[in-house]
């Protein structure tokens, strides 16, 4: 490969993707099935133009490759620009976006073959991808919030695609709700670091706030704001709610959203900002215990849910919270290499989880069991994540879970412990997927769409559409770990970082026992859910009766969306704030307007009586007008 990239090629990286949403749009609904050609074929020349940026990034060790900008719109002191950031943390997000959604989109066609809305899905998709994408490459405020927006917008229109469901269009809604508060943050920080410094590219900002040009309480408000929407779309503690209700999209859509798109940016958005997160102990703080009180609260709950997407987005929240610890912690690169190693066994389980469905029509897993015997491939490789997901050696997840552990450790020991414990968590959800998934007898699964009960389809194995994916995944799951033994992944994402920055950055080196404990804690997962699920050496039933008020809290969900739904949303928001407004329409609105159509009423009613046809009457008022005049006149002008 050539060391230098031209600067047009990576602009086709998001717009090939973008085009094929166009093209699918415009010409693809004759002939629905090559929309799918068209997205992978799109989506597969941005992943090759990816790992070219790729090795021109590592010829430069990570440093940006510094493109020009391209000047765009001018309102008074006002210029936008257009412009790319290209390094090693754009180059990595690259590769996991265009890498995982062209696996995606190929496991699509299987998935989503007869469905009525099959072009609109593809071109929903190549959106998403083109949305994720030009996020990644932007180098300005303006440009990222744009995408950022449009990234919300694709998930919308994605995880409410079926919307003749009215669960889809509820979820639909509610993910656009509550991640539209995170962004009003991000919005707020905009606005306020252009008022302070009249800037709006992002390596000016970070120069400035290396340098001390922005003041502490304004850098400390600016990251506030900034964080604030990487809460809302990496469903950070507390506007993670949104996330499981998600679940009601196409399961290649979740997928995608999971692993590579939607909860990944806003890990990104803080990695890309944290130069100025280092300079604020307030805000880097604030990361580290938000980010860990995710991962707990998110694992516990993945405990007791019995959907198994369900479980594997209490999974993806649990995991989103050990990025944000490991970049609030320091370990920038830590935090990343996860995200990286992350996509590709999550991207894998929730396919795993899309196959199981296919087979089955359900995603209860009290409705499944035995199917290692109908499914190995799809065992196999569900397993093989399951694994890496839990830091098992010698998988991925072992890889990038251990320098977080060793940054918690260096850093904050509280919340290494925190991550500690969630290991043991993440390890006991997992398993029990596994074993009431795979393990024991067939349960029966549900009638296909359309079919009467009792007519359960036996499971079978996905095609191989469907089944090379997930091969390929697993693939990476194995062997993308190994990618950092030697610190060439952080050497190629910390290279664009300032000096200043580098120094907050935590260095991480391998700790054997720290490794050695982090295994212990994830094996006695797996073995407390084969104790339980598989062997059924212990009672599942005495177990939440004999923890009754923790498996209630669990299953209601911390009572967050009771908090958020029942209270915030239909008594304080309907009751009080509608019924105000209602009030207000009423005897406001409505008596303003009743009121004037009252005053032209009476008016038109009294002055028609002025028009009698008599002369002498008209001369009189003629007259009384002409008299009153002079009067006034006279009086102002004595």
Same mark, same amino acid.
């Given at each position: 490969?050539?060391?230098?990239?031209?600067?047009?090629?990576?602009?086709?990286?998001? &717009?090939?993707?973008? $085009?094929?949403?166009?093209?699918? $749009?415009?010409?693809?609904?004759?002939?629905?099935?090559?929309?799918?050609?068209?997205?992978?074929?799109?989506?597969?020349?941005?992943?090759?133009?990816?790992?070219?940026?790729?090795?021109?990034?590592?010829?430069?060790?990570?440093?940006?490759?510094?493109?020009?900008?391209?000047?765009?719109?001018?309102?008074?002191? &006002?210029?936008?620009?257009?412009?790319?950031?290209? +390094?090693? &943390?754009?180059?990595?997000?690259?590769?996991?976006?265009?890498?995982?959604?062209?696996?995606?989109?190929?496991?699509?066609?299987?998935?989503?073959?007869?469905?009525?809305?099959?072009?609109?899905?593809?071109?929903?998709?190549?959106?998403?991808?083109?949305?994720?994408?030009?996020?990644?490459?932007?180098?300005?405020?303006?440009?990222?919030?744009?995408?950022?927006?449009? @990234?919300?917008?694709?998930?919308?229109?994605?995880?409410?695609?079926?919307?003749?469901?009215?669960?889809?269009?509820?979820?639909?809604?509610?993910?656009?709700?509550?991640?539209?508060?995170? %962004?009003?943050?991000?919005?707020?920080?905009?606005?306020?670091?252009?008022?302070?410094?009249?800037?709006?590219?992002?390596?000016?900002?970070?120069?400035?706030?290396?340098?001390?040009?922005?003041?502490?309480?304004?850098?400390?408000?600016?990251?506030?704001?900034?964080?604030?929407?990487?809460?809302?779309?990496?469903?950070?503690?507390?506007?993670?709610?949104?996330?499981?209700?998600?679940?009601?999209?196409?399961?290649?859509?979740?997928?995608?959203?999971?692993?590579?798109?939607? @909860?990944?940016?806003?890990?990104?958005?803080?990695?890309?900002?944290?130069?100025?997160?280092?300079?604020?102990?307030?805000?880097?703080?604030?990361?580290?215990?938000?980010?860990?009180?995710?991962?707990?609260?998110?694992?516990?709950?993945?405990?007791?849910?019995?959907?198994?997407?369900?479980?594997?987005?209490?999974?993806?929240?649990?995991?989103?919270?050990?990025?944000?610890?490991? &970049?609030?912690?320091?370990?920038?690169?830590?935090?990343?290499?996860?995200?990286?190693?992350?996509?590709?066994?999550?991207?894998?389980?929730?396919?795993?989880?899309?196959?199981?469905?296919?087979?089955?029509?359900?995603?209860?897993?009290?409705?499944?069991?035995?199917?290692?015997?109908?499914?190995?491939?799809?065992?196999?490789?569900?397993?093989?994540? $399951?694994?890496?997901?839990?830091?098992?050696?010698?998988?991925?997840?072992?890889?990038?879970? +251990?320098?977080?552990?060793?940054?918690?450790?260096? +850093?904050?020991?509280?919340?290494?412990?925190?991550?500690?414990? @969630?290991?043991?968590?993440?390890?006991?959800?997992?398993?029990?997927?596994?074993?009431?998934?795979?393990?024991?007898?067939?349960?029966?699964?549900?009638?296909?769409?359309?079919?009467?009960?009792?007519?359960?389809?036996?499971?079978?194995?996905?095609?191989?559409?469907?089944?090379?994916?997930?091969?390929?995944?697993?693939?990476?799951?194995?062997?993308?770990?190994?990618?950092?033994?030697?610190?060439?992944?952080?050497?190629?994402?910390?290279?664009?970082?300032?000096?200043?920055?580098?120094?907050?950055?935590?260095?991480?080196?391998?700790?054997?026992?720290?490794?050695?404990? $982090?295994?212990?804690?994830?094996?006695?997962?797996?073995?407390?859910?084969?104790?339980?699920?598989?062997?059924?050496?212990?009672?599942? %039933?005495?177990?939440?009766?004999?923890?009754?008020?923790?498996?209630?809290?669990?299953?209601?969900?911390?009572?967050?969306?009771?908090?958020?739904?029942?209270?915030?949303?239909?008594?304080?928001?309907?009751?009080?704030?509608?019924?105000?407004?209602?009030?207000?329409?009423?005897?406001?609105? %409505?008596?303003? @307007?009743?009121?004037?159509?009252?005053?032209?009423?009476?008016?038109?009613?009294?002055?028609?009586?002025?028009?009698?046809?008599?002369?002498?009457?008209?001369?009189?008022?003629?007259?009384?007008?002409?008299?009153?005049?002079?009067?006034?006149?006279?009086?102002?002008?004595?």
């Amino acid at each position: 490969m050539l060391n230098t990239i031209p600067e047009a090629v990576v602009w086709a990286i998001f &717009l090939l993707p973008l $085009s094929s949403f166009v093209i699918i $749009s415009l010409f693809a609904r004759r002939w629905p099935q090559r929309s799918g050609y068209i997205t992978i074929a799109a989506i597969g020349i941005s992943f090759l133009f990816s790992l070219w940026v790729l090795d021109s990034v590592i010829q430069e060790d990570g440093a940006n490759l510094g493109f020009p900008t391209h000047e765009w719109l001018t309102i008074g002191s &006002l210029t936008l620009n257009l412009g790319l950031t290209v +390094d090693g &943390l754009s180059a990595i997000m690259l590769m996991v976006v265009t890498s995982v959604s062209l696996l995606v989109q190929i496991y699509s066609q299987g998935y989503m073959h007869g469905d009525p809305g099959y072009s609109r899905y593809f071109g929903f998709m190549s959106l998403f991808t083109a949305a994720m994408l030009g996020l990644v490459l932007a180098e300005n405020l303006i440009m990222l919030f744009l995408f950022w927006e449009l @990234v919300g917008l694709c998930s919308y229109l994605l995880i409410g695609f079926w919307f003749e469901r009215p669960a889809a269009r509820a979820a639909a809604t509610k993910a656009f709700v509550v991640t539209r508060l995170g %962004d009003l943050g991000f919005l707020s920080a905009i606005l306020l670091i252009w008022t302070q410094t009249g800037e709006l590219d992002i390596p000016n900002i970070q120069e400035m706030a290396m340098t001390g040009a922005i003041g502490t309480v304004i850098l400390t408000w600016l990251a506030a704001g900034v964080f604030a929407g990487a809460v809302g779309k990496s469903a950070q503690f507390p506007l993670h709610v949104w996330l499981p209700d998600a679940m009601e999209g196409p399961t290649p859509v979740s997928a995608l959203i999971h692993a590579a798109t939607m @909860v990944a940016a806003g890990v990104y958005l803080v990695a890309r900002f944290f130069p100025i997160f280092s300079a604020s102990e307030e805000a880097i703080n604030s990361v580290a215990v938000v980010g860990g009180i995710t991962a707990l609260i998110a694992a516990s709950m993945g405990i007791v849910v019995t959907d198994i997407k369900r479980v594997l987005a209490y999974s993806t929240i649990s995991q989103l919270g050990y990025m944000m610890l490991a &970049l609030g912690v320091g370990g920038f690169a830590a935090g990343i290499f996860h995200l990286f190693n992350h996509a590709f066994f999550k991207a894998l389980l929730f396919l795993g989880a899309g196959s199981v469905n296919h087979a089955t029509h359900t995603f209860d897993m009290r409705r499944m069991g035995g199917l290692r015997h109908f499914m190995p491939w799809t065992f196999v490789t569900f397993v093989i994540a $399951s694994l890496s997901l839990a830091g098992i050696f010698p998988l991925s997840g072992f890889w990038s879970k +251990d320098e977080i552990l060793s940054a918690a450790w260096e +850093d904050q020991r509280l919340l290494f412990w925190v991550a500690l414990v @969630v290991v043991f968590m993440t390890a006991l959800y997992m398993g029990r997927a596994i074993f009431l998934t795979f393990g024991g007898e067939y349960r029966g699964g549900e009638a296909p769409p359309g079919e009467q009960a009792g007519h359960e389809a036996q499971p079978h194995e996905s095609p191989p559409v469907m089944v090379l994916p997930l091969v390929v995944l697993a693939v990476a799951a194995v062997v993308t770990g190994f990618l950092n033994l030697h610190h060439g992944v952080t050497d190629l994402l910390e290279g664009w970082l300032p000096e200043l920055a580098l120094e907050r950055a935590t260095e991480i080196e391998f700790h054997f026992g720290l490794a050695t404990l $982090s295994m212990i804690f994830g094996l006695a997962g797996f073995i407390v859910a084969w104790a339980i699920y598989g062997a059924r050496l212990l009672s599942a %039933d005495r177990l939440r009766q004999a923890f009754g008020p923790v498996h209630r809290l669990l299953v209601n969900k911390y009572y967050m969306d009771w908090l958020y739904e029942d209270q915030l949303v239909r008594r304080v928001v309907v009751r009080t704030v509608a019924g105000g407004l209602d009030l207000f329409d009423r005897y406001v609105v %409505d008596g303003a @307007v009743n009121t004037t159509a009252w005053l032209t009423q009476f008016s038109a009613s009294r002055l028609r009586l002025v028009q009698s046809g008599q002369l002498q009457l008209y001369a009189a008022a003629i007259f009384v007008g002409v008299v009153l005049i002079v009067a006034g006149i006279l009086i102002v002008n004595p």
